[in-house]
């Protein structure tokens, strides 16, 4: 069976649901394709519970469009914090909400879904991808396109494509964190980074071995009350499937060493596992490699934004590795940056385009532009790129601009 489209988004997470709006709305026949039950990635699959770079250091938001179409949804059902300011500024949402948001988004857009469906290959020819190749418990299925979009994460798209990928950056990949939401802890009870790392380091000293991070984020959850913990810290592959599955045996176990340690604390004793994950918070894995690479010094001291498709506002943020506190750098004024379209576009495959983490930044850079405020922008900005590379066979930055200030992008000047 194969089945043709204007413009193909591979990944529903946050940069997916961004391209796909982003594309859908600027006219094209979308079809939006996801290996899970549901949309939104990492917030719904991973416990990421927690919407990065949408607002400055001094609470001011900067990304708008789809993002901020997804903290109204979760806003009319009191499902989203205000900004707050841990290291940085962010808000916690709750994750069947943004499930239920990021459907009827894509449902009254008209974007066609296909959740459950692997993609398996994609077909090249000359210079340009021309199809994918789709697995679902009914079979193999093929659908052409026009134009194509890699939110995947882990550049699986890009990869199978042909295009030019490169894994991590200076040789290495920034670790990742499992996160683990605990419940039975009232909501009276104050739990804090600064007690629960001193328990850590406690059990450590006692010779707890199970136990990586001791200065994660923790925070409330809306709705439920629920804690978030980001503690439990893996190195691992991200492309291969039996260094990651050590990766998630371990965190489980790091996991149930977590909850002795909570339980530890004042009023924390009837605290249980929520859940977990249930998948690895993966922070790094392919970049697609674009025509230009957003660069550290572009991050931190911003330059002026009247070419940019996307805005970043997140400080870098390198995780060295397991167990290691991350290394911030902060941005300098006015607080975001720009993030240009030959960023988001293939170097050698010009119908292709890149949301959210696979695309190219340098090791600082990539570390600020991966996470999901930031991935709704970059995804936005490829979808509506790759409907008009669909109508026009090409486009440039001020017509994807236009687009975008006409989608509600709101770009700064």
């Known amino acids: 069976m194969t089945e043709h489209y204007d413009v193909i988004v591979a990944g529903g997470g946050s940069a997916g649901i961004g391209a796909a709006l982003g594309a859908r709305r600027a006219g094209a026949r979308t079809l939006l394709i996801e290996r899970a039950s549901c949309l939104g990635g990492a917030a719904t699959l991973r416990n990421v519970v927690t919407y990065c770079g949408l607002h400055t250091q001094d609470l001011r938001q900067v990304v708008f469009g789809v993002a901020e179409e997804m903290l109204a949804g979760l806003r009319k059902l009191g499902a989203v914090t205000e900004p707050r300011r841990f290291t940085a500024v ?3 949402f ?3 909400s943004v499930k239920r948001v990021a459907d009827e988004l894509c449902d009254s857009a008209g974007v066609e879904m296909l959740l459950h469906s692997h993609l398996l290959s994609a077909t090249r020819q000359d210079e340009r991808v021309t199809a994918v190749r789709v697995a679902d418990h009914s079979g193999v299925h093929e ?4 134009a194509f979009v890699d939110a995947t994460g882990e550049g699986d798209l890009a990869r199978h494509a ?4 490169r894994y991590g950056n200076e040789g290495r990949v920034l670790n990742g964190t499992l996160g683990v939401r605990f419940g039975g802890i009232p909501v009276d009870v104050p739990v804090t980074r600064e007690a629960i790392g ?3 380091r406690a059990a450590k000293e006692a010779g707890v071995t199970d136990l990586s991070g001791e200065s994660g984020l923790i925070a409330r959850m809306p709705v439920s009350g629920d804690v978030i913990s980001y503690l439990a810290d893996e190195g691992y592959d991200a492309r291969d499937a039996a260094d990651t599955s050590r990766a998630e045996r371990s965190a489980r176990r790091q996991a149930q060493e977590y909850l002795k340690v909570i339980r530890t604390l004042p009023g924390c004793a009837d605290a249980y596992i929520v859940n977990t994950g249930p998948e690895l918070g993966t922070r790094e894995s392919r970049h697609l490699v674009g025509r230009a690479q957003l660069s550290e010094e572009e991050v931190l001291r911003p330059g002026p ?3 940019a498709v996307a805005i970043g506002a997140w400080p870098v943020e390198d995780h060295p590795g397991p167990g290691l506190p991350a290394e911030w750098k902060f941005i300098g004024d006015p607080g975001y940056y720009g993030i240009p379209l030959d960023v988001l576009r293939s170097r050698n495959t010009p119908n292709l385009f890149a949301g959210g983490r696979t695309v190219d930044g340098d090791r600082r850079a990539g570390a600020s532009v ?3 405020g930031t991935a709704f922008a970059t995804g936005q900005a490829a979808g509506a790129a790759a409907a008009l590379t669909a109508r026009d066979g090409d486009t440039d930055t001020t017509t994807v601009r236009a687009e975008l200030d006409r989608q509600g992008a709101r770009l700064p000047d």
């Open 90 to 92: 962010t808000v916690v």
């Open 94 to 96: 709750d994750p069947e």
């Open 143 to 146: 659908y052409t396109a026009a």
């Open 162 to 165: 042909g295009a030019e990928v």
């Open 198 to 200: 001193a328990a850590v």
């Open 305 to 307: 934004v009247s070419d």
């Open 370 to 372: 991966r996470v999901m």
